[in-house]
């Protein structure tokens, strides 16, 4: 049975604590294929991950940069974990709850940090896609329009 560390009036799992005490694939891509930038405008929580693409679209490598609360930081390294050595089809399927389960759990008022993970991926993808003009499908549109628009209110909000 895994022990719960009680924290910010929630429970994290020792796999949680893991993660954020030890983060995997922690800082910045120089030349990166792909870069996304999201942020949550409830929490303040700001999350940028990169990535780097290879010949076969796989992400070869993948790395983060997350300002923000444990489970920010913990479902920041766990997206990249997901990722890295996938091929971008394979990456865009991943979900929330896989991150959620992955880190045995998450209290249900941090589960928009596993949303936000989710979202950065997605935006770098979709800045990979842009950059290199390849076909963007109807559904990642979608998706990046509703993260850009939710951006949009952050960076409007922080420049008064």
């Avoid at 920010?72 to 959620?100: C, F, P, R």
């Avoid at 880190?103 to 997605?122: E, F, M, N, R, W």
């Avoid at 842009?130 to 076909?135: A, D, L, P, R």
Wanted: glycine share 6%; hydrophobic share 35%; aromatic share 8%.
């Amino acid at each position: 049975m895994k022990k719960n560390n009680k924290i910010c009036g929630g429970l994290y799992t020792e796999k949680v604590m893991e993660t954020f005490k030890n983060p995997h694939n922690y800082g910045k891509i120089k030349n990166a294929s792909g870069i996304g930038k999201v942020g949550n405008i409830v929490c303040g929580d700001v999350m940028w991950l990169y990535i780097k693409v290879d010949k076969n679209e796989k992400i070869k490598d993948i790395k983060f940069e997350t300002f923000g609360c444990v489970a920010a930081i913990s479902t920041s390294s766990t997206i990249t974990d997901l990722a890295k050595g996938k091929t971008i089809k394979q990456a865009l399927a991943i979900e929330k709850n896989d991150i959620v389960k992955k880190l045995g759990g998450l209290p249900a008022i941090k589960y928009h940090c596993s949303i936000l993970a989710v979202d950065a991926l997605i935006e770098a993808i979709y800045d990979y896609f842009s950059k290199n003009k390849i076909k963007i499908s109807s559904d990642l549109e979608k998706k990046h329009q509703i993260i850009k628009k939710s951006r949009d209110i952050i960076e409007e909000r922080y420049k008064k």
